[in-house]
């Protein structure tokens, strides 16, 4: 299973040039700006300075919210050169802002009648959370706060898997329909124009993303499936799977480091796959996952009978030799398999943190991480420090609009 690992990198290589973390950083700043920049000069009411920080609170946190949708599909074009990884650590990020940014949203609007009055602040906010008028809002923050909170607490609920991520996708496609509908029904910028158009954009490119993510890629994992020639007990609950792929279905084309999502049988779709590394060598057409008991799915492995039908997304993942190259590598593993350090978390920000003491420069430490539970690194606080001056910038910015003459 992909967890960690660490190699030596270099330049992009091999591959079509793809975007560097500042140069995604800037246009996620963009993006999310796109509706403060097209309301720019719109003739509305009169704002003051709050309410004017309450409409574009609310604005980009809309777009914000709509690009969660491509952060968490797993779309190389959208990892850029950070990696898949990376890319989803941004996401639990982002939500928790996108989240602060919808619950100011209306306390904005009350707050300069709340300094004056606090009866009338708290009646007007009454108002607001309760008219049917703006109940689609309400309701896509409701979806919102619990998406975020069953995210949180993901690990202590008794769901399986696959059933928090189905409740995660329903929660989504909630907030998102509810703040669209709120935004094009409510929003003070948003009555016709180009404002108008942009909300009516955002709501297709979240359907073409669905489409992709459980239309295309489910119609792809049948039509071009595989098939399960072996499973073969190495150790003690440690499996090998031999995936062979069926007729018209091509070898894949990957690089040593890189890993795919699986599914099986009927299962085949992606709410249900499970990220592995792969075992072999690409000059073979089959595929070897070495597999780890670890719960829900995995522990199921040594029952799947040959000749099942099995489902391959891939490659995915950024630790290769072409992503990373060095004059020379040291590579550090526990537990099951290169993904590459590789191994129990603890195990890896120690081994992280330690080659830092050593004097290996930061940018030459390259690990791929889904898993905090073993603590953050240096390098993880790096990360999540840039993540969060996103955050700020957009606030800034967002100050900035909220300024405006």
């Known amino acids: 299973m992909p967890d960690q690992s660490v190699t030596a990198p270099g330049p992009t290589a091999g591959h079509p040039p793809r975007l560097s973390g500042p140069a ?31 409409a574009a609170l609310g604005m980009v946190a809309l777009v914000a919210m709509a690009i969660q949708f491509v952060t968490s599909g797993r779309f190389n074009a959208a990892s850029g050169r950070l990696g898949i990884d990376k890319i989803m650590a941004f996401h639990k990020i982002a939500a928790v802002w996108v989240l602060i940014a919808l619950i100011l949203h209306p306390l904005a609007y009350v707050l300069p009648t709340w300094a004056d009055d606090p009866a ?28 975020v909170i069953t995210s949180i607490l993901r690990d202590r609920l008794p769901w399986p898997h696959e059933g928090w991520r189905a409740v995660h996708v329903v929660l989504g496609l909630v907030a998102v329909g509810g703040g ?80 795919v999502w699986m599914t099986e049988g009927k299962r085949r779709f992606p709410l249900f796959d499970q990220p592995f590394s792969i075992a072999d060598s690409p000059e073979r057409p089959g595929l070897s996952l070495i597999i780890k008991e670890a719960g829900d799915f995995t522990d199921t492995i040594e029952n799947l009978a040959p000749g099942t039908a099995i489902g391959i997304d891939g490659p995915k993942g950024e630790f290769t030799l072409a992503e990373h190259p060095g004059d020379a590598i040291l590579l550090l593993a526990g537990g099951v398999g290169i993904a590459l350090i590789c191994g129990p978390g603890p195990m890896v920000t120690a081994m992280s943190d330690g080659l830092l003491d050593l004097g290996l420069p930061m940018d030459k430490v390259v690990y791929e991480r889904f898993d905090y539970a073993g603590g953050v690194s240096r390098q993880d606080r790096r990360r999540t420090r840039n993540f969060l001056a996103v955050g700020a910038g957009l606030a800034g910015l967002v100050a900035g609009f909220a300024l405006l003459p």
């Open 120 to 147: 009338l602040g708290a009646e007007r906010l009454t108002v607001y959370l309760t008219l049917p008028h703006y109940r689609s809002g309400v309701v896509a923050l409701a979806a919102l706060l619990m998406l």
């Open 180 to 259: 669209l509908h709120h935004a094009v029904t409510a929003g003070r910028f948003s009555a016709m124009g180009t404002v108008y158009a942009l909300w009516w954009a955002v709501g297709l490119t979240v359907i073409t993303v669905m489409a992709v993510l459980y239309g295309w890629r489910w119609r792809k994992l049948h039509r071009q499936p595989w098939q399960l020639a072996s499973v073969t007990k190495l150790a003690d609950r440690m499996w090998e799977l031999d995936i062979k792929p069926a007729r018209n279905t091509p070898a894949l084309g990957y690089a040593a480091g890189q890993f």
């Open 24 to 54: 995604l950083a800037a246009a996620y700043i963009g993006v999310c700006l796109l509706p403060l920049l097209l309301a720019i000069g719109r003739s509305v009411a009169p704002l003051d300075a709050w309410e004017r920080a309450a």
